[in-house]
């Protein structure tokens, strides 16, 4: 137990819990605005899962198309989010993107180019016109390798001028935040402790940014780290944030599925975007079948125009692999159930047919590499095995999209995946990485502006005395509950029952097994000290799990309709009414509520950047005759 | 399918630790990381490791096995024979944390202090143009991952601590290399501080560090050899000397 006396302290401006993309993004901005920054990373620095992000960063730059705009990109990102995103996230992010992505070059970013010498772009899923800034298949390394070496840049600047390279912006890696403290209804700060010794620490700032990504570790099957455990969901819920449409799991459709030690790890999205195709057991180039009426017009339904679209996009449909995540997950998961999968319970993806061998190598390195070596597989010759893994969670801390502070708690902010509303439903593949940046950014700023008028917020010793019992509790309990095995349970739990297909019977029984897991996990004892314990770490993590997941599936049981990244068996079918409304969970420090509200409703002018027949398929008579708000 | 496989790991501290042997099932393409997962789970509970992606993407389980610097991730355990115990221990170029964490703050240290990118004054966003070829130079060195292990394996850290001062290391040198290479950095005498401040001139180009890299990059024969080529043909330059010799003479 630490004492007030002996505990270590740091006071900064604006405490940033997370480095990935977002949480770098957010530190840049607000260092450069003038303030004091403490970097809090889980991991060693330049570890975040940002790194895995494969594909590329979508902006709408026309580098490569010059019919791509702002406009075109807003359009596609409200699709692929069946129209139930933050229409103004969804703005904000389309027109800003380009900026960003030019910034990071500025600062060093090397992409990929075009024969003219521009940043080139390549094709992904919903994007309508070749759209990602990409650095071969390791694009989202290269942006945190860019950030690193900014905040480096940064902190030599201040090593000039303070004689201390560390004066203004720091990094503590290895570190888990477990309380968000508050004082007087405002953000005074933030309690955790050192992985590394165990030992805890407090972080005295009158604003924080939660940027900690995602939740994936919830589920079995997942492309996610180990760090996806919703630690940034859970510590804003408890610190009397809103969460907002956490149903919404995407299940990117292509995980490896063989051997089982690899199974769910990511298979990007590139490959298809380059001209893979998805293939059954019988051969049958299945995803013809799987075109949804709402996107008919803009997916050919044959090979051969699907063929030719990758010499002529002018004048064809985009191959239907290129669909939506969702909607190529569920036909994959469609075909497995009809025994149509491989002998490991997946389909086929093959490249090797139709790009030579070094085109390969060249645009898909690391899949060559990761299939080579993890499974034996050489992609330029044979068909890869694939199937849907939890790969990103659309909702998130519900937040103004201007300044990206969280609704109702003064101080705090969100960005990245951990933040809800961009995405509506479904992301679009590339849009990641630039939410990240343009929502980064904003959390930056929107932290240095409130610091700037709000001033410091002490932290009391009741705050800290009770985050500190928090942490010793799991020590002085003798012959509890294992983490690892709690986990494992809660994995199979959210697996089979508010997985990709699901059911109002199953929810419940979900909601039941997941109440009684949290029950026991109260008793998770812990074998060993302090110093660099896993088992201990997972209590935390494992309370984090808990939560977001009684917020999906009670969120799931509500919502009945299937949109976007959930599915109701029982509720086949979009329902417009369902459209206009968010689910918004809170914690009352017992269980999680969820109660609808309204969706704001989209201005004027970008619902005139629609046709009025595709808005049709998506809102209610009511709606389309309002013609937006105002 | 599971096999029993017999694992030897190295646990304990900085004040005291040793080899600790256990058995273990292990499962048809499973990797070294698994089988450690395993055993935490089951019979070692505090068992410290990093690890993240498990993919080879994040560089964070690196590790010695059976001697030699690893990903735990990326290693087979079939790639071992059927009856082949297996060991792992720690990174030995930097101090032991605990069991298989070792302390690889020298390598962040080293990061702040080679000077950072410089940008062109008068070039707006959006207004770089380059040509692929070009780029792609300092792209094979920025595809680094960190797993520190060219560090760790470099025996001018691994066998000297003396040398850390002076000594960046390879990862570094990669990192001074894409920089230098890059077509818009504005900074000069990268390679000449490369030589003086970073210690390039210690490393005698055994190429060890190539040999380990899990990204296959060529840091001896496309990064250190080159530089020191230049660093070379700068300190020696004929011309350059008598420019040299010039200015002394007119400053006189």
Known sequence: ?630 | MARKLNLRIWRGDSTDGGLKDVQVDVNEGEVVLDVIHRVQATQMGDLAVRWNCKAGKCGSCSMEINGKPRLACMTQVASFGEDETITVTPLRAFPVIKDLVTDVSFNYKKAMEIPAYEPPKELAPGEARMEQIDVERSQEFRKCIECFLCQDTCHVIRDHEENKKSFAGPRFFIRIAELDMHPLDMLKNRKRTAQEEHGLGMCNITKCCTEVCPEHIKITDNAIIPMKERVVDIKYDPARMFAGLLKREKRS
């Open chain 1, 1 to 630: 137990m630490t004492s007030s006396v002996t505990l270590e302290r740091h006071k900064y401006d604006v405490l940033i819990i997370g480095a990935g993309g977002a949480g770098l993004r957010a530190a840049v901005e607000a260092r450069e605005a003038g303030l004091s920054v403490a970097i809090i990373c889980k991991s060693l620095f330049g570890k975040a899962h940002t790194v895995m992000a494969e594909g590329g960063a979508a902006a709408s730059m026309g580098n490569v198309n010059d019919n791509d705009s702002w406009m075109v990109h807003f359009r596609d990102t409200m699709r692929g989010g069946k129209f139930l995103n933050h229409y103004r996230m969804a703005e904000l992010h389309a027109k800003e993107a380009p900026d960003r992505i030019w910034e990071l070059e500025m600062w060093g970013a090397l992409f990929d180019r075009t024969k003219e010498g521009k940043i080139s772009q390549r094709n992904f899923g919903g994007h309508e016109y070749p759209r990602l800034a990409h650095v071969g298949d390791r694009t989202g390394l290269e942006i945190i390798r860019t950030m690193q070496q900014k905040i480096v840049q940064l902190q030599q600047k201040d090593g000039r001028e303070f004689g201390d390279m560390e004066a203004k912006i720091k990094v503590f890696a290895e570190c888990t935040i477990t309380e968000i403290l508050k004082e007087n209804g405002k953000i005074s700060g933030a309690y955790g402790y050192w992985r590394e010794s165990g030992a805890e620490v407090l972080f005295e700032a009158p604003a924080v940014v939660i940027a900690t990504g995602g939740v994936g570790k919830t589920f079995k099957i997942t492309s996610n780290s180990w760090e996806g455990t919703g630690d940034g969901h859970a510590l804003a819920l408890k610190a009397g944030a809103n969460l907002v449409d956490m149903e919404f799991l995407q299940f990117h459709p292509t995980g490896m599925v063989w051997p089982p030690s690899v199974r769910g790890i990511l298979v990007t999205e590139s490959v298809r975007g380059e001209g893979g195709i998805l293939t059954n057991s019988d051969g049958e180039r299945f995803m013809f079948k799987y075109i949804p009426d709402v996107f008919k017009d803009k997916y050919a339904d044959n090979e051969a125009e699907a063929d030719r679209w990758y010499e002529d996009q002018d004048n064809n449909r985009r191959p239907p692999e290129l669909l939506p995540r969702d909607e190529v997950a569920r036909a994959i998961n469609t075909e497995v159930k009809a025994g149509r999968g491989t002998e490991h319970g997946g389909v086929f993806l093959d490249v090797s047919k139709r790009i030579p061998a070094e085109v390969i190598k060249k645009r898909l390195p690391s899949m060559w590499h990761q299939f080579y070596e993890l499974a034996g597989v050489d992609i330029t010759k044979e068909a890869m095995e694939v199937g849907p893994t939890c790969h990103y969670v659309m909702g998130g801390v519900e937040v103004d999209p201007d300044s990206a502070a969280a609704i109702g708690v003064p101080g705090l902010f969100a960005a990245g995946e951990v933040a809800g509303g961009m995405h509506g439903s479904n992301r679009l593949g590339g849009n990641s990485l630039t939410d990240l940046l343009v929502f980064g950014r904003r959390a930056g700023a929107g932290a240095a502006e409130y610091v700037k008028s709000s001033g410091a917020n002490p932290v009391s010793d009741a705050a800290i005395k009770s985050a500190a019992d928090r942490i010793e509790a799991p020590f002085s309990r003798a012959g509890g509950e294992n983490s690892y095995s709690l986990h494992a349970e809660l994995q199979e739990v959210t697996h089979n029952l508010v997985g990709i297909i699901r059911t109002r019977v199953e929810i419940e029984k979900a909601i039941e097994m997941i109440a009684d897991i949290r029950t026991r996990s109260k008793n998770v004892a812990v074998s060993g000290g302090r110093k660099f314990n896993p088992g201990f770490h997972l209590a935390f993590d494992l309370d984090n799990m808990l939560l977001v997941a009684e917020s999906t599936a009670k969120s799931a049981l509500l919502r009945e309709e299937s949109r976007g990244g959930h599915t109701r068996e029982d509720f086949p079918g979009m329902n417009p009414t369902w459209r206009q409304l968010n689910q918004i969970a809170s914690f009352d420090g017992d269980k999680v509520n969820i109660k609808s509200q309204a969706l704001p409703a989209i201005r004027k002018e970008l619902f005139d950047l629609f046709d009025i027949h595709e808005l049709e398929k998506y809102m209610t008579p009511e709606e389309i005759a309002k013609g937006g708000s105002n």
